[in-house]
């Protein structure tokens, strides 16, 4: 006698040590290779299993927060720059075209940036002429003191 109906594996396989329904281990039988299970599963908080795949897909903006903040949350997001820093990359600034020297003055134009005047010990050791959006009182007095000047959007100081 032949058998007409064969039972299913899912209610064959489900004795002890069966949880992998004759694939082997049970990493084999997942879709996309071992990463979590078919689907988005293996993309949550701690995992980066399919990050590259996702961002491909549907762009940076799918994984972090979204949605709406209030005006008091919103975050600064202007350009800021201390002095110290400035003229530790003035090297950097000739050669990148932001910055030229004119006898021993530095011209330095730093458009969308605020100069802030860094810690108050330090002293600068060049003469700059700094174009910028805005400056602090505190930059503005350091930049006076080594025989430059910043100029701003709005005016001279």
């Not at 899912?10 to 039988?29: C, D, I, P, V």
């Not at 050669?95 to 730093?110: M, N, V, Y």
């Not at 700059?128 to 100081?157: P, Q, R």
Request: glycine share 14%; net charge positive.
């Amino acid at each position: 006698m032949i058998k007409t109906k064969k039972r299913k594996r899912s209610s064959r396989m489900h004795g002890r040590k069966m949880g992998t329904h004759g694939y082997g281990s049970r990493k084999k039988h997942k879709k996309s290779g071992h990463h979590g299970g078919g689907g988005m599963s293996g993309s949550g908080k701690r995992a980066d299993h399919k990050k590259t795949l996702v961002t491909k897909l549907y762009g940076h903006g799918y994984f972090g927060k979204q949605g709406i903040t209030s005006r008091g949350t919103k975050i600064d997001k202007r350009k800021r720059i201390n002095l110290p820093d400035i003229e530790f990359n003035l090297d950097t600034y000739v050669k990148r075209g932001i910055a030229k020297k004119t006898g021993s003055e530095f011209e330095i134009d730093l458009g969308e940036y605020k100069i802030l005047g860094g810690n108050e010990s330090y002293k600068l050791k060049n003469k700059l002429k700094i174009k910028c959006k805005e400056a602090s009182e505190s930059a503005v007095e350091k930049v006076k003191n080594a025989g430059g000047e910043i100029i701003t959007a709005s005016k001279k100081l």
